[in-house]
């Protein structure tokens, strides 16, 4: 399974942006970067996912490096229901996700 | 609603015993993941289902089995419970394009 490195806690101010980074040196040409969130006792909830471009949504961006051996996903106004763990996952051949451990954000009101 | 449903949502047991984990995939999705949660540990990857077969095995004890069935909803069979089978138990269901969408949940406690 590939493998991806995540600092294990994040701390923002409420209504600034966040900058949660990840690092997938071991990424293959056709894995494709998927962003999850698990707010406490939820399932894990759909984020954004890319290849090689950077990509938006309502929720977020998603800014890809040019290697891909890294990637940032950026809230742009962090609310108090942003907090939740963050978890970078590439998705292999076998379309399965292995979820590492993530990253607590923790929004300071 | 995230359009996959999970029953029941709490489940408490004695340890020895069996129990079955229900979920009902989102209209149109073929596949269907089981993981697992234990208490400040990240979500570990059990089994996943294609249209009625097994596709890919992750952590899955023995003790353990799953089934999808021909209306696409799958169930996970849990037996011989031990206290550290107590976790939260997630069903995610997705298509070829796209990511998965999770459930809600189970959450098992064994005593």
């Known amino acids: 399974d590939a493998k991806t490195t995540q600092p294990n806690s994040m701390e923002s101010n409420e209504e600034e942006p966040v900058h949660l980074p990840c690092n997938h040196s071991?990424?293959?040409?056709?894995?494709?970067i998927h962003w999850y969130r698990q707010l406490p006792s939820q399932g894990p909830e759909y984020v954004i996912h890319?290849?090689?471009s950077n990509v938006n949504n309502r929720m977020a961006s998603l800014a890809i490096a040019e290697d891909r051996k890294s990637s940032t996903l950026i809230l742009h106004r962090a609310t108090l229901r942003d907090a939740a763990v963050y978890y970078c996952i590439l998705r292999d051949t076998g379309n399965q996700f292995y979820f590492g451990t993530g990253t607590s954000l923790t929004v300071i009101p | 609603d995230s359009g996959v449903t999970q029953t029941p949502k709490h489940l408490i047991t004695a340890t020895g015993q069996r129990v079955t984990l229900r979920c009902s995939p989102r209209?149109?999705?073929?596949?269907v993941y089981w993981y697992q949660q234990s208490l400040d540990q990240g979500l570990q990857f059990l089994i996943q289902?294609?249209?009625?077969?097994?596709?890919a095995k992750g952590n899955i004890l023995e003790r353990f089995s799953a089934q999808q069935f021909p209306d696409l909803h799958s169930e996970l069979n849990l037996s011989s419970l031990e206290l550290g089978d107590s976790a939260l138990y997630f069903c995610?269901?997705?298509?070829?394009?796209?990511?998965?969408?999770f459930g809600s949940g189970t959450r098992l406690t064994v005593v």
């Open positions: 209209s149109g999705d073929l596949s």
């Open positions: 071991t990424i293959s040409g056709t894995d494709y």
């Open positions: 890319g290849l090689t």
């Open positions: 995610a269901s997705s298509t070829r394009s796209y990511g998965y969408t």
């Open positions: 289902y294609y249209n009625g077969e097994e596709r």
